[in-house]
T-cell receptor
Framework: AQTVTQSQPEMSVQEAETVTLSCTYD???????LFWYKQPPSRQMILVIR??????QNATENRFSVNFQKAAKSFSLKISDSQLGDTAMYFC??????????FGAGTTVTVRA | DVKVTQSSRYLVKRTGEKVFLECVQD?????MFWYRQDPGLGLRLIYF???????EKGDIPEGYSVSREKKERFSLILESASTNQTSMYLC????????????FGEGSRLTVL
């Protein structure tokens, strides 16, 4: 399995502020996909955002954006204008040449009112 | 919408029991996966299947087996449950040819006493 590292076990942010989650990965492949998944408390995992490695432009989905640094093998997630519904565990994931995803350990994000 | 259904949300079993975890998806996806989720470890791949009757080991297959007799159904089997298999089990599916985004079930929390 590819190694995906999330170094922040927990993050706390005030409502309406911005929080950035870090993720690094290790691979020798040149073409791959990166994902951020969200797992709300007691609810199923859903995709937040994806990035294709061959695309230089950083992906954006509404308040969620990534900073993809291919040479550094870094893939951070920025949540802008945080909302209470953003409270969840966030997982960074890597997919190489097959359909298997490797996941990081997760970061628990708590949005404070 | 894609729906991945796991048969049991919560199970409590005794050491040595045989345990079946069932997963059904309704979108004709070729690829199905079983992951195990543990605090601080993220998601780890147990087994996956690319097609009916095909299966491949993931990163932690020891103590588990799987069955895929029909395209929509992927079962995880614990032949003789042990306390270290107490965990959250997540099933996921994805179609061949897309970016590899996984669609997850709600999870099955298994406690082995």
């Amino acid at each position: 399995a590819q190694t995906v590292t999330q170094s922040q076990p927990e993050m706390s942010v005030q409502e309406a502020e911005t929080v950035t989650l870090s993720c690094t990965y290790d691979t020798s492949e040149s073409n791959y996909y990166l994902f951020w998944y969200k797992q709300p408390p007691s609810r199923q995992m859903i995709l937040v955002i994806r990035q294709e490695a061959y695309k230089q432009q950083n992906a954006t989905e509404n308040r969620f954006s990534v900073n993809f640094q291919k040479a550094a093998k870094s893939f951070s997630l920025k949540i802008s204008d945080s909302q209470l519904g953003d409270t969840a565990m966030y997982f960074c994931a890597f997919r190489g040449g097959d359909y298997k995803l490797s996941f990081g350990a997760g970061t628990t994000v708590t949005v404070r009112a | 919408d894609v729906k991945v259904t796991q048969s049991s949300r919560y199970l409590v079993k005794r050491t040595g029991e045989k345990v079946f975890l069932e997963c059904v998806q309704d979108m004709d996806h070729e690829n199905m996966f079983w992951y195990r989720q543990d605090p601080g470890l993220g998601l780890r791949l147990i087994y996956f299947s690319y097609d009916v009757k095909m299966k491949e080991k993931g990163d932690i297959p020891e103590g588990y087996s799987v069955s895929r007799e029909k395209k929509e159904r992927f079962s995880l089997i614990l032949e003789s449950a042990s306390t270290n298999q107490t965990s959250m089990y997540l099933c996921a599916s994805t179609p061949t040819g897309n970016t590899g985004e996984l669609f997850f079930g709600e999870g099955s929390r298994l406690t082995v006493l």
